[in-house]
C-alpha cells in the first residue's frame, strides 16, 4: 500500500508517497517512490502531531494526491526505485534550466568567460555569476550560503570549489557593470522581444543597511597629512562615502544607498545606478542619462517620471538630447497659479459613469516656458520650449483621499475652538497656521503674547486639491488621455522596486564595501530581467498587453514564477531513471509561452536534451 513518508530534502522535512514491492529477479523487497508531495511546511497546519493525523486521513481515504489513494494499485512504471535500502533520495532543482537559457542569451555568459580569458582569472568566474543570479531567485540568501548551496541543481552551475575566493568575483562584476548592462541590452534590442523605448520609465528609491554608522568621505591630503581645501575653502573630497543617511522611503534612520533604475515600455529594465544615500534623487537622472542610457543607442526616448525629476535642468537635458518628456506636476505646490483653471469646469472632457456621474475629467493647454541649465563651467544655457500642461480629476482618488483625510480635517477644525490641540500634530499642522504677537487689550500686533491665527484659505486649499493630478509634457500633439494613461504606466517601475525588495529580498545587504554592493545589486538587476522576460513571454503566449487600464500588467507575479520553477525538482537512479516533481501550471504556461510541449523527462538523458534545447536561446 502507498504510504506517507517523511524524508530529509537539503535540510528541510519533505513530504512522498512511497511503497515496498516484492521484486522477483532479486528475490527480496524494494523501495519505490509513487509521487513527491512537496516540503512538510507546505501541509502542515501548525497543531500537534500533524504528521500522524496526516497519515490517518490519508490511510482513511480522507484525502488523495491526484487520484492516488491508499487503496491505489499502481503499476511499476510510475514508480522510482531507490538505490539499495537507502531511505532517502535528494530531489535536485531543474527550475533554473530556464533561468540559465534567458542567462545565456543576455550575453552574460559570453562576456565573462572573455573577461576571464583577457586576464588572469582562474576560478569560475561564470558559474559563480550564475549561481548568484539563480540564488538571488529562487532562494534569496548571503553569497556565502548561496555558495554553500550550490549542489541544489540537477546539473553542476559552477565548477568553483574554494568559498574565500567567491569575494573576487563581485569585484570584477562591478568593474565590469556598465558593459554587462550594454550586453543585455544589445541583445535585447536584437532578440524578438526588441526594446520598446517609445516610453522610458526612471525613478529612484534607496535601500538601507543595518547600521547606524555610514562610510565617511575621503579628503584629499597635503604633505603635512593636512586636508587640502578649494578656493572657496571647502575640504576637497577625493571619495565621498558611500552609506550615507539621507531621506529614506521607509522612513528608516539608517545610512541608506540610492537606486535609479530606467525600464522600457514592455517593463524590461534598461539600466541601472548606484549613488550614495545623500544624494538627491532629481540629481541622479543627468548621471544615468547621460552616462549609461546615452550610449546604449535607444533612439529618441520619451522619459516617463514622477515629480522629483520635474526640475528645468533634466527637462532642458531631455530636449536639448531629442528626446521628450511625460512628468508629474504637484498639484498642491501650483494650486496657486492652476488653481482657478483647474477649478473652472469649462472644457473639460468628461467621462461618466452608468448613473451619469462624472467618474474621471481632463483637459489641457498650451504655455511656453523657458528652461535653464547651468554648465559645468558655471555658465548658463537657456532654452525656450512650448510644454504641455494635463489637469484631471478622478473620482476614485477623490474619495480616497478624504478617507485619507477626514479626522485629520475633523482634528484641525476642532483646533480652532481648542488651540492647546495642536501640540498633538504640531508638525503635520504648521502649513494651516500661522503665530502673531498680539496685545490683548489694544489687539495691535506687538511681542507681549503668541496667538495662533488659522489660515482658512490653506485649508480651503487642501480640500479642493483633492482628486486632481497634473502632469506636463513636451509631447504637446498627443492626446491628453493617451498621455495620461502613459504616465500611469509608471507603475511599471514601482513593482519593480518592490520585486527587488520582495521578492529578491535585496536587502537585508550581507556585504559592505562599496565595489561589492554595487554588484550586489548589479545580480539583482540581472535577476529582475530575467523574470520581466518569463513574464513579457508569457504575456505574449496569453496575447495581452503589458499594460491595461489599471496599470502594469504581469500574467504571473514573481512569487509564482520563483515558487513554481523552486518546485520543480528530479532525481534520478542508478538506471538514470528520472523522478520529477508535478509541474505547477506556472512551469506548463513558460513552456508553451516558448512553443514548446511539456517534454517528457524520465530519464537523465531526456533532462540533458531538453536543457539544450532551452539553451538555443528560445526565449529571445
Not at 90 to 109: A, C, M, P, V, W
Not at 176 to 185: C, D, E, G, L, T
Request: glycine share 6%; aromatic share 10%; charged share 35%.
Amino acid at each position: 500500500m502507498p504510504h506517507i513518508e517523511c524524508v530529509k530534502n537539503n535540510g528541510k522535512p519533505y513530504l512522498r508517497l512511497a511503497e515496498s514491492r516484492y521484486v522477483k529477479d532479486i528475490n527480496k523487497q524494494k523501495k519505490f517512490v509513487i509521487k513527491n508531495l512537496g516540503p512538510l511546511s507546505k501541509f502542515d497546519d501548525g497543531k500537534p502531531e500533524f504528521l500522524k493525523r496526516f497519515r490517518e486521513k490519508f490511510k482513511n481515504g480522507e484525502i488523495d494526491f491526484d487520484g492516488i489513494t491508499y487503496y491505489s494499485n499502481l503499476p511499476v512504471k510510475k514508480t522510482f526505485e531507490i538505490e539499495g535500502d537507502n531511505n532517502y533520495i535528494e530531489l535536485k532543482n531543474i527550475g533554473y534550466l530556464f533561468l540559465q537559457s534567458i542567462y545565456n542569451s543576455l550575453g552574460i555568459n559570453q562576456f565573462l568567460n572573455q573577461v576571464k580569458s583577457n586576464s588572469k582569472i582562474e576560478y569560475d568566474l561564470n558559474g559563480l555569476v550564475k549561481l548568484f543570479v539563480f540564488g538571488r531567485i529562487l532562494e534569496p540568501q548571503s553569497k556565502k550560503k548561496t555558495f554553500e548551496n550550490k549542489d541544489k541543481y540537477l546539473f553542476q552551475v559552477t565548477t568553483h570549489e574554494d568559498e574565500q575566493t567567491i569575494y573576487r568575483c563581485l569585484d570584477v562584476l562591478d568593474k565590469y557593470s556598465k558593459q554587462i548592462q550594454n550586453r543585455m541590452n544589445t541583445k535585447i534590442k536584437n532578440s524578438s522581444i526588441g526594446r520598446v523605448t517609445n516610453l522610458t520609465y526612471y525613478d529612484v528609491t534607496n535601500y538601507y543597511f543595518e547600521t547606524m554608522y555610514g562610510d565617511d568621505d575621503v579628503y584629499e591630503l597635503d604633505e603635512n597629512n593636512e586636508i587640502v581645501k578649494d578656493e572657496k575653502g571647502e575640504p576637497i573630497i577625493v571619495k565621498k562615502g558611500f552609506r550615507k543617511k539621507g531621506v529614506s522611503k521607509e522612513g528608516k534612520k539608517e545610512p541608506i544607498v540610492q537606486m535609479g533604475l530606467f525600464i522600457d515600455n514592455n517593463g524590461i529594465p534598461v539600466s541601472h545606478k548606484l549613488f550614495p544615500g545623500n544624494t538627491q534623487d532629481k540629481t541622479t537622472f543627468k548621471n544615468v542619462l547621460e552616462n549609461d542610457v546615452d550610449e546604449m543607442d535607444l533612439g529618441r526616448i520619451i522619459v516617463v517620471a514622477d515629480n522629483g525629476m520635474n526640475t528645468q535642468e533634466n527637462k532642458y537635458l531631455i530636449v536639448d538630447k531629442g528626446n521628450g518628456y511625460i512628468v508629474s506636476k504637484s498639484v498642491k505646490k501650483s494650486w496657486k497659479k492652476m488653481g482657478l483653471w483647474a477649478l473652472d469646469n469649462s472644457d473639460y472632457v468628461e467621462i461618466n459613469n452608468s448613473l451619469g456621474q462624472v467618474v474621471f475629467k481632463y483637459k489641457s493647454r498650451i504655455n511656453e516656458i523657458e528652461l535653464t541649465y547651468k554648465n559645468e563651467d558655471g555658465t548658463k544655457s537657456k532654452k525656450k520650449i512650448k510644454e504641455k500642461e494635463i489637469i484631471y480629476w478622478s473620482k476614485k482618488h477623490y474619495e480616497k483621499e478624504v478617507h485619507q483625510n477626514k479626522k485629520f480635517i475633523e482634528y484641525l477644525e476642532s483646533c480652532k475652538e481648542h488651540p492647546d490641540k495642536l501640540k498633538d500634530k504640531e508638525k503635520k499642522s504648521q502649513q494651516f497656521i500661522k503665530t502673531v504677537d498680539i496685545d490683548k487689550e489694544t489687539g495691535e500686533v506687538i511681542h507681549p503674547e503668541k496667538v495662533i491665527v488659522f489660515l482658512d484659505e490653506k485649508l480651503n486649499k487642501y480640500k479642493e486639491t483633492m482628486g486632481f493630478y497634473s502632469i506636463v509634457t513636451s509631447e504637446i500633439e498627443e492626446d491628453d488621455k493617451e498621455l495620461i494613461n502613459r504616465y500611469h504606466g509608471l507603475s511599471r517601475i514601482e513593482d519593480s522596486f518592490r520585486i527587488i525588495k520582495s521578492d529578491l529580498e535585496g536587502r537585508p545587504i550581507y556585504v559592505w564595501l562599496e565595489e561589492h554592493i554595487k554588484a550586489h545589486f548589479l545580480i539583482c538587476f540581472i535577476a529582475l530581467t530575467i523574470i520581466r522576460i518569463v513574464q513579457y513571454k508569457i504575456l505574449k503566449y496569453e496575447k495581452k498587453s503589458t499594460l491595461n487600464v489599471d496599470g502594469w500588467e504581469q500574467g504571473i507575479t514573481a512569487e509564482k514564477i520563483k515558487e513554481a520553477l523552486n518546485e520543480f525538482k528530479a532525481c534520478s537512479d542508478k538506471k538514470g531513471t528520472c523522478l520529477i516533481s508535478t509541474p505547477k501550471s506556472e512551469i506548463e504556461k513558460i513552456v508553451k509561452s516558448i512553443v514548446l510541449e511539456m517534454p517528457d523527462l524520465t530519464s537523465i538523458d531526456k533532462i540533458d536534451r531538453f536543457k539544450n534545447v532551452l539553451n538555443k536561446g528560445i526565449f529571445m
